[in-house]
DNA sequence: GTGGTCTAGACCACT
DNA sequence: GTGGTCTAGACCACC
């Protein structure tokens, strides 16, 4: 995985975690890869994943069974909030960043629903 | 004004004139400030700005003068295009960006016009 | 190598290399020195030999990879253009000059072979 | 006019001034203007185009009669001479030039023939 | 070791 | 004072 030089790496690697929760690539109750070996895919330092899933678990997304490993929280509340805190964070940031360009919505939603519709973007 | 670490600095700048370009703040056959001005503005050196301002000559967005200095292109049809091209590249990576999450068109469509009718982006 | 005062160093440089992929010294596809071995070559500061070489890569000429080199272009069709593109500018510049003193065609041409016939030109 | 960084600006003005002999601006017997009219007209100091007459005199190609100016020589050979040798020399330096491409007498001479033909040289 | 970027500071031509 | 070029020297990412 690549990482941005600007933003702490344990930050970067707790979005991708959220990432793979949102899409349904660890779902509730499931068992999260171990430390060890999510530091080798991420090609990162093992402490620093630990430090991820660490503030993970504080924010309530992940629990850890002493012996067991670490665990996606079964709690599907929380899991159905982090998808929409998720989402409209993302387009809150895109939302911010158009209307430096002075854009009205309805520019942007013309655009959007164009775009969209002719899959060109990629 | 703050740099991203990843991408060179000149690019930045390049993008940060097309951004006062596209808003309007230098508008078309408008002198651009000096290079050693933008430097001092930008906190970055001469060099740097020069490079910048050079790739959009290539662009043909500005051209420069000998003596007199750097203007905004007077073909309004280049600025027009610019605008357009800025604004699909924004939304192209908002969807490519999105599409990472696996949202719908409707999900993304709906969630953007309630943080754009309610104004909760800022 | 000598420089010409009039000329930007870079684009002498750019010419000069482009004289050696017209005379084959440096053939489709084969490394080019690194920059600074080159900018010691020729003299001068690695940044200069940098633009110049960044600018051919502009023109298609040459093709950089990362961390192994640049190389010559590997589509023939392109150095083949180059060879009669840099061969008429020359004949062209050559004919301008001429023309400044009058000369007919028939006088040149015929100067042209006396003196290539007797190899007095060297 | 615009004067070389390399060469001494004497020998560019002695030079332009073989140009007009040559083309028949200036003919034979015919009064040279004055020293400072000369040296308006080139945009440079008095001095050196001084330097640059003297020069051509002591070639032989001008004469100075003590209080009526300076004039081209009356000596058709030399004249005559001089264009062929100015004629001459460009051709040289052309042959020698193109030499370092490597280019055979036939390319050059069709080329030559082409770009003549076609007009394209300007 | 490679290309790429950046800074600091200088000089030049042109007006 | 303007853009353009150049040097010297540095740091970075990639392999």
């Known amino acids: 995985m690549k990482f941005d030089a600007n933003l702490p790496i344990y930050i970067q690697i707790m979005d991708e975690i959220k990432r793979r929760i949102v899409i349904g690539e660890y779902t509730s109750a499931q068992k999260v890869p171990p430390v060890r070996e999510l530091a080798v895919n991420f090609g990162v330092n093992p402490n620093t994943v630990q430090r991820a899933l660490s503030e993970l678990e504080r924010e309530g997304l992940l629990v850890s ?58």
């Not at 069974?65 to 387009?91: H, M, N, P, W, Y």
């Not at 895109?94 to 360009?101: A, G, P, V, W």
């Open 65 to 122: 069974e002493r012996t067991a490993g670490r665990f996606i929280s079964e709690d599907v509340e929380k899991i159905a909030a982090l998808k929409k805190t998720v989402c409209e964070q993302k387009v809150d940031a895109f939302i911010k960043e158009i209307q430096q360009y002075g854009w009205s919505e309805e520019e942007i939603m013309t655009t959007m629903k164009e775009r969209l519709q002719y899959g060109k973007a990629d």
